[in-house]
Structures are given as C-alpha cells and as structure tokens.
C-alpha cells in the first residue's frame, strides 16, 4: 500500500503564489508518476499537471502552463507544485495522485495520470484565491 500525504494549502490572493507538496511513503516504488488534479465546487475532477520519476517528463494542462510548475525530490518521493500568477478559477480542491506501471497499450505511468487513471490518491488540500 501507498499513501500519499499532501500539504501546502490555503487562502491568497490573485496573483499570489502558493507550493504544494506531496509525500509518497509506503511499498517500494518503481517506475511510477505523480501527479494533481483539481476539483472546483460543483465542477468534475480537472488534470492540473504530472510528472514521471525516471526522466522527469512533466506534462501540464493548458489552463496552468507558464503558472505552475511540478517538480519532484528522488530521494524523498516527493512532488511539488509551484503556483504562481494564482487566479480565482484555480480556487480548488487540489489532490496528489500517484500511478504505478503501465497500462493498456503499453501507456506509461505519466501517460495514464494524463488519461485520469490513478492508483492512488491523497485526502486534497484546499486552495482559495480571493480576488
């Protein structure tokens, strides 16, 4: 079993920034990719950003390009989002995941984060941008 326990959360205002951090621990891990995904009241899950543990591909939706950035800590299974340029619309329940393996079709981890299958999921941390 995996847990994943994020942190980093809270209230800001537009334009601020906030990092979010996420904390793998558990089983072994190996070729794996962690990611977030958000969730806005009275919205469906929306992908935010991912990013694989063997060569660091990341791959981030359009709505956060050139705002937030995902890193990752090897030694520490650990991933980070750095939001900045923080918008009211990213106001958000924001969730790590995390997804071991590939997948039907030979996909690879990021590649089914990407496609919304997980295998793992934290308890979310709340974002609030006031404007």
Known sequence: QVQLVESGGGLVQAGGSLRLSCAASG???NDFAMGWFRQAPGKGREFVAAISWSGGSTYAADSVKGRFTIS???ANNTVYMQMDSLKPDDTAVYYCALTRG???GGLTPLERLRKYEHDYWG????VIVSS
């Not at 308890?123 to 709340?126: E, H, I």
């Open 72 to 74: 990752r800590d090897n």
């Open 102 to 104: 590939r997948g039907e």
């Open 27 to 29: 089983r072994a891990l």
């Open 123 to 126: 308890q979310g941390t709340q």
